[in-house]
């Protein structure tokens, strides 16, 4: 079994802010790729971003409806109120499974195994 052997390419700093500053006169992302024999996708936006040329990169521009808008704040303020009705009805659970906690030390019993025995008259018992 043979070990492929892969080159990596170490760019310069000085390199690298020339390529930045030839995308800033006008070229593209692909003719520098090609020009300067640069393999990977996003290597010279991730360039861009850390020499604080950030507005060379493609912004993405949401466009939305007065409908879209109002929908997406309804959805919002929805998720909102269901989280604290989660909350509460977790401390609600917590609460009782305490209180069945404490019931079974006092009394000394199961109330979970035991309950419902006997609450019923024997002919009603399902």
Same mark, same amino acid.
């Given at each position: 079994?043979?070990?492929?052997?892969?080159?990596?390419?170490?760019?310069?700093?000085?390199?690298?802010?020339?390529?930045?500053?030839?995308?800033?006169?006008?070229?593209?992302?692909?003719?520098?790729?090609?020009?300067?024999?640069?393999?990977?996708?996003?290597?010279?936006?991730?360039?861009?971003? *850390?020499?604080?040329? #950030? %507005?060379? =990169?493609?912004?993405? !521009?949401?466009?939305?409806?007065?409908?879209? $808008?109002?929908? &997406? @704040?309804?959805?919002?303020?929805?998720?909102?109120?269901?989280?604290?009705?989660?909350?509460? *009805?977790?401390?609600? #659970? %917590?609460? =009782?499974?305490?209180? !069945?906690?404490?019931?079974?030390?006092?009394? $000394?019993?199961? &109330? @979970?195994?035991?309950?419902?025995?006997?609450?019923?008259?024997?002919?009603?018992?399902?």
């Amino acid at each position: 079994m043979t070990k492929s052997v892969r080159d990596f390419k170490r760019y310069s700093i000085s390199f690298k802010k020339h390529v930045v500053e030839e995308l800033e006169k006008g070229s593209s992302f692909s003719e520098l790729q090609k020009k300067y024999d640069i393999r990977g996708a996003e290597t010279i936006q991730r360039w861009v971003r *850390s020499f604080g040329r #950030n %507005h060379l =990169l493609n912004k993405t !521009v949401r466009i939305e409806t007065v409908d879209e $808008k109002r929908r &997406l @704040k309804e959805l919002e303020e929805e998720n909102k109120r269901l989280k604290a009705a989660l909350a509460d *009805s977790v401390v609600a #659970n %917590h609460m =009782l499974e305490t209180l !069945v906690k404490v019931a079974n030390e006092e009394y $000394k019993t199961d &109330l @979970k195994k035991n309950f419902g025995n006997g609450l019923f008259p024997k002919g009603l018992k399902k």
